[in-house]
């Protein structure tokens, strides 16, 4: 890798190169994030699509937090490669993921407010 730049440079810059399986594995969970955060833009727009018998404004309200948090996802997937990367490479602890947990809530109650909306219309 003499004279090769790669990107980004706060990742690569130190360290040595672990194992190429380990960073396969950490490149198949940021595609599986990716996934995820596609699903959930889907979602959001099928919801704002589909006429569920709701208010016009909760129904909006829905999409924009499942369109926010499939952003969010995005964001925090490539995060989340670029730590673990540079954690393997430092030889270092993994870093803990909390948006697993943020996710789970937040969908939790979005799916919670939808059956109730849906129950009582």
């Known amino acids: 890798m003499a004279g090769e730049q790669r990107w980004p440079g706060w990742v690569y810059a130190e360290g040595e190169e672990p194992d190429y399986r380990f960073s396969f594995a950490n490149e198949r969970t940021f595609l599986a994030w990716i996934r995820t955060a596609l699903a959930l833009v889907a979602a959001g727009v099928a919801v704002d699509v589909v006429d569920l018998s709701l208010a016009d404004a909760a129904q909006t309200a829905v999409a924009l937090v499942l369109v926010g948090l499939g952003l969010l996802c995005t964001v ?13 490479r430092r030889r270092a602890p993994l870093p803990t993921f909390t948006l697993g947990v943020v996710l789970t809530v937040v969908l939790v109650l979005v799916a919670l407010g939808l059956t109730a909306a849906l129950v009582t219309a």
Do not use: D, F, I
């Open 76 to 88: 925090a997937a490539w995060w989340r490669w670029a730590l673990a990367e540079r954690a393997m």
